[in-house]
């Protein structure tokens, strides 16, 4: 007796709508807003650009002394500059995340494609199997006895 393989419904609606990707995402005004701003500072070019306005201010904070300078480092320098460089490092793992990710994906949907061609050889297999027992069981009526 042969069983029908199911698919999940699932399955169906992920074939559908592919991988999930980020870009698709509605994410409104304020949204759209907060990603451009994190994609301008988020530039190596922008912590250039910060990095000449900190040394702008650096001649003064040298004549204010070791706090002014300390201070200047701290609170000028690593905040600003570094900031860019800690979001362009987010950006380069993200972006290795998200192939990652879409390589998982399509692991997963070339397995499942694998999955359901093993059921329909299986079944396949199990009807074939039948017709050789219903042959096999015709002719056992038939072959004559010694």
Known sequence: MATTHQKHPRLEERAKAGPHLIKHEHVG???????WITSVVGT???????????????PEAIRGGTA????WVAQTFLQLV?????????????????????QTYQDAEALLQIQDELHR???????????VHSIL??????????
């Open 68 to 71: 002014t300078l300390i201070s």
């Open 137 to 146: 069981t015709k002719n056992a009526g038939q072959m004559p006895t010694t």
């Open 82 to 102: 570094l900031l860019s460089v800690i979001m362009v490092g987010q950006k380069v793992a993200a972006a290795a995340a998200d192939k990652q990710a879409l």
């Open 44 to 58: 190596m070019w922008c912590a250039y650009a910060f990095a000449i306005l900190a040394f702008v201010s650096l």
């Open 29 to 35: 005004i304020n949204g759209r807003l907060a990603v």
């Open 121 to 131: 050889l299986i079944k396949v297999n199990t009807e074939l199997t039948e017709e």
